[in-house]
């Protein structure tokens, strides 16, 4: 082959399918262009940088561009893409250094150029020490302004905001979190909610406010420009030191704008399961493009690094000319708040009845281990099934045990359709540093099993 | 129901089965008869009170026959069953304190009178000092002896054996293992079996030897009859304060001689999946019972508590009037070595071939978090597959990682006959403090795919 690909997007998507390509095909021409001076970096790990549980940045970086290059792989740094044309098949280049813009042909594109955190239209958005979090830049500008702060504030009440709420906490800052719905982590149930929401207070009881139903208006600052309080709807005025917006992203397509690559959901990039878009020699992968829910079936966007990395191994695979297909996902979700681990996996109770399942749930609170095993912790685990076909529609948990290990026993079950009465008899290995007898995972199964029955 | 329910065995099935029940049906007379002392108790755990992280044999007891009865179900301790006459639908009971013998009739009987230690055929195995461990009783005597002893053999190298050689050695015991096979842990493949040998020996070298390929052929006393060595058929002679004995164990069937109850393989009693024997009012469930293997089609006999429980259920729901179907199991085993987790799920590699699948197999030693977190740790995992079905058959994993979560999230795969193809794109969630981004259960499918496709 003596085509080129051009991959446009230096997060995790875009290496990932630079260097599934490469050893798929040793020959093949690589290009990849990226606005960031940095490729190949986990963004999810920032905040346990800004934590300083990670103390350098650079740890968080998989691969350098010369990695990179040593694979014949051609990487152009603080290189922004501005316009595709599928006709022409070319890609309109700005060089971020010298603001020079050129054209270049592709034989096969891949648009991986991920999400960006959505600024929401508050009075005075622009002062200083407001922060977005996606890029290690913004890590470090965060740490340095925790390290010499005392007060801060957190808008969203979702996961990065309670991984940053973690990092902030014990780094002994004040922390106001401000969310405009009912509860934080909406896509739970509100009862689950409600308890990580007890959790984090109990646990630090005076260090932390969460605020719900409260919109943040307005910003003040300082002489410096500096922002010094938040204005809430309801009158509140809450003094800090810094910001840090958490209230959601977007993906990067706006420079598709006129092209011929159809978006879906949300300005995401519609794409099949061979992660191609509606143009046969283009691609996607990563949080720019759309996902199908297979709890669902509908299409869905879920930004996930887990999911662009299967997404640019499966473009990768692909462009190839192997067979690859990325099915979907199931909007699986974990993350932990100190030793409290928050997870969910398809659809929660309250979605479910919206959707028109006839669902039923069960809510079980056990040791993860067999109880008379000094080191076994508790879990809550919400299952929720459907009362007609008894197939398991999703799963919450959250405890200081070993929830993980629950939720990733449901997963393969929701994937096959596999029913309450057979899951609930699954054989799950048993010992008492490991797990009850029958696990709890089962318990919630024969308990919503028995409810349908009755 | 004006019906009596007889029980036969105290262990887990049979206390589960009476709990059950009641549960289910509040009037249903039910009558529970063991040959112990005690009842409803986790085995499982008495390698942890001898080890001394549970201090009380107490804490084993899952409920008094106090809470029985205080739940209208009649506990015969010390009641040991010497026949089951199904015609006459009588049992023979021997009360163990007066001797005494009586028939009781049954409408329903359920049988789970568990397994014993096969005790091997050695010159001088009647000596003081050489132990089983099942019962709380055995578990008082061992950890009595070891805590005046220096020394110790222990006999087979199954599961029980290294639980009970953590226990050991944590007590500061100078421990041989003597295996007659050419491997310990016989279900693993051998170079599995390998890493958790050079594990144990790694982490206390000079403290403990494994003897694999070497019979035990004699033991020999002291003037008062006490175990002080033991001789190998290759001419060792080993010093020891004393030995245990974990050389497997059979059903206990005997007394069901002559009865129409049918036995299955390596006698234990033949059940279908409703827990019903071929007498249609006798039940079975617990250690004395065969299962059906999901994986190979085939029965097999895996006593195992988690087992027990599910059956005991299955069997009062059926008892009861409802239905519950216990298909199978998928001969999952778990257990640890100090921080060593140690699991397998299905069948092994070499198992697969005699079986005559056409297996491929992946082993990947990698991290269990993302590699940037401080206390993430290596894991082992080998996954097999078929190659002309691209269906999963089994997994072993070992390492001081979360092993446990990946195994679990095999097993609704294995159950569901899930293609490698599919799993590997299974959307596990994903945050650094619990995954790489794509974890390795997911690149173990990967590998085994390419190697397939290749």
């Given at each position: 082959?003596?085509?080129?690909?051009?991959?446009?997007?230096?997060?995790a998507a875009g290496?990932k399918?630079?260097?599934?390509l490469?050893r798929?095909?040793p020959?093949i021409k690589?290009?990849?262009?990226t606005?960031?001076?940095?490729i190949?970096?986990?963004?999810?790990g920032?905040?346990?940088y800004?934590?300083?549980?990670?103390q350098?940045?650079?740890?968080?970086?998989?691969?350098?561009?010369?990695?990179?290059?040593?694979?014949?792989?051609?990487?152009?740094?603080?290189?922004?893409?501005?316009?595709?044309?599928?006709?022409?098949q070319?890609?309109?280049i700005?060089d971020?250094v010298?603001?020079?813009?050129?054209?270049?042909?592709?034989?096969?594109?891949?648009?991986?150029?991920?999400?960006?955190?959505?600024?929401?239209n508050?009075?005075?958005?622009?002062?200083?020490?407001?922060?977005?979090?996606r890029?290690?830049?913004?890590?470090?500008?965060i740490?340095?302004?925790?390290l010499?702060?005392?007060?801060?504030?957190?808008l969203g009440?979702?996961?990065?905001s309670?991984?940053?709420?973690?990092?902030?906490v014990?780094?002994?800052i004040?922390?106001?979190?401000?969310?405009?719905?009912?509860q934080?982590?909406?896509m739970f149930?509100?009862d689950?909610?409600?308890?990580?929401?007890?959790?984090?207070?109990?646990?630090?009881?005076?260090q932390?406010s969460?605020?719900?139903n409260?919109?943040?208006?307005?910003f003040?600052?300082?002489?410096?420009g500096?922002?010094?309080?938040?204005?809430?709807?309801?009158g509140?005025?809450?003094?800090t030191?810094?910001?840090?917006?958490g209230?959601?992203?977007?993906?990067?397509?706006?420079?598709l704008?006129?092209?011929?690559?159809?978006l879906?959901?949300?300005?995401?990039?519609?794409?099949?399961?061979?992660?191609r878009?509606?143009?046969?020699?283009v691609?996607?992968?990563?949080?720019?493009?759309?996902?199908?829910?297979?709890?669902?079936?509908?299409?869905?966007?879920?930004?996930m690094?887990?999911?662009?990395?299967?997404?640019?191994?499966?473009?990768?695979?692909?462009?190839?000319?192997?067979?690859c297909?990325?099915?979907?996902?199931?909007n699986?979700?974990?993350?932990k708040?100190?030793?409290?681990?928050?997870?969910i996996?398809?659809?929660?109770?309250?979605?479910a009845?919206?959707?028109?399942f006839?669902?039923?749930?069960?809510?079980?609170?056990?040791?993860?281990?067999?109880?008379?095993?000094?080191?076994?912790?508790?879990?809550?685990?919400k299952?929720?099934?459907?009362?007609?076909?008894h197939?398991i529609?999703?799963?919450?948990?959250?405890?200081?045990?070993?929830?993980?290990?629950?939720?990733?026993?449901?997963i393969?079950?929701?994937?096959?359709?596999t029913?309450?009465?057979?899951?609930?008899?699954?054989?799950?290995?048993?010992?008492p540093?490991?797990?009850p007898?029958?696990?709890p995972?089962?318990?919630?199964?024969?308990?919503?099993?028995q409810?349908?029955?009755?």
């Amino acid at each position: 082959m003596s085509e080129k690909v051009v991959i446009i997007g230096g997060g995790a998507a875009g290496p990932k399918t630079a260097a599934k390509l490469r050893r798929e095909n040793p020959d093949i021409k690589i290009e990849l262009y990226t606005q960031e001076d940095i490729i190949s970096y986990s963004a999810c790990g920032l905040p346990y940088y800004i934590e300083n549980i990670i103390q350098s940045p650079e740890t968080l970086i998989m691969r350098t561009p010369e990695d990179f290059r040593k694979q014949n792989i051609d990487i152009y740094l603080k290189s922004r893409c501005l316009k595709v044309d599928t006709e022409k098949q070319t890609v309109l280049i700005e060089d971020l250094v010298s603001n020079n813009k050129y054209e270049i042909n592709y034989n096969i594109l891949v648009i991986a150029t991920g999400a960006s955190p959505i600024i929401p239209n508050i009075r005075n958005i622009n002062l200083k020490n407001i922060y977005t979090l996606r890029t290690i830049d913004d890590g470090i500008k965060i740490k340095k302004k925790m390290l010499e702060s005392n007060k801060a504030v957190l808008l969203g009440g979702g996961y990065i905001s309670i991984e940053l709420l973690e990092a902030l906490v014990s780094n002994n800052i004040q922390v106001t979190l401000i969310e405009k719905n009912s509860q934080i982590l909406k896509m739970f149930d509100e009862d689950f909610a409600q308890r990580v929401t007890d959790y984090i207070i109990g646990r630090n009881p005076g260090q932390v406010s969460i605020l719900t139903n409260e919109e943040v208006i307005e910003f003040r600052g300082n002489d410096e420009g500096e922002v010094k309080k938040v204005i809430t709807a309801s009158g509140k005025e809450i003094e800090t030191d810094f910001v840090i917006l958490g209230t959601g992203v977007r993906p990067n397509t706006d420079f598709l704008e006129g092209s011929n690559i159809e978006l879906g959901i949300q300005n995401s990039i519609k794409v099949g399961n061979t992660m191609r878009t509606s143009q046969a020699n283009v691609y996607a992968a990563g949080d720019c493009t759309d996902n199908f829910n297979l709890v669902t079936n509908r299409y869905t966007w879920v930004p996930m690094g887990s999911t662009a990395n299967k997404e640019g191994r499966c473009a990768a695979i692909n462009i190839a000319g192997g067979h690859c297909s990325f099915d979907g996902i199931l909007n699986s979700t974990i993350t932990k708040y100190f030793n409290l681990t928050i997870s969910i996996i398809g659809i929660s109770y309250k979605e479910a009845l919206e959707l028109g399942f006839q669902p039923e749930y069960a809510i079980v609170t056990k040791r993860d281990k067999a109880g008379y095993m000094p080191d076994s912790s508790m879990m809550t685990l919400k299952l929720i099934a459907d009362r007609n076909t008894h197939i398991i529609l999703g799963i919450q948990g959250i405890g200081e045990g070993e929830v993980n290990q629950r939720i990733n026993t449901v997963i393969p079950a929701i994937l096959g359709k596999t029913k309450l009465e057979t899951f609930m008899n699954l054989d799950l290995p048993y010992s008492p540093p490991y797990s009850p007898a029958i696990d709890p995972i089962l318990n919630a199964a024969q308990i919503i099993y028995q409810k349908i029955k009755d």
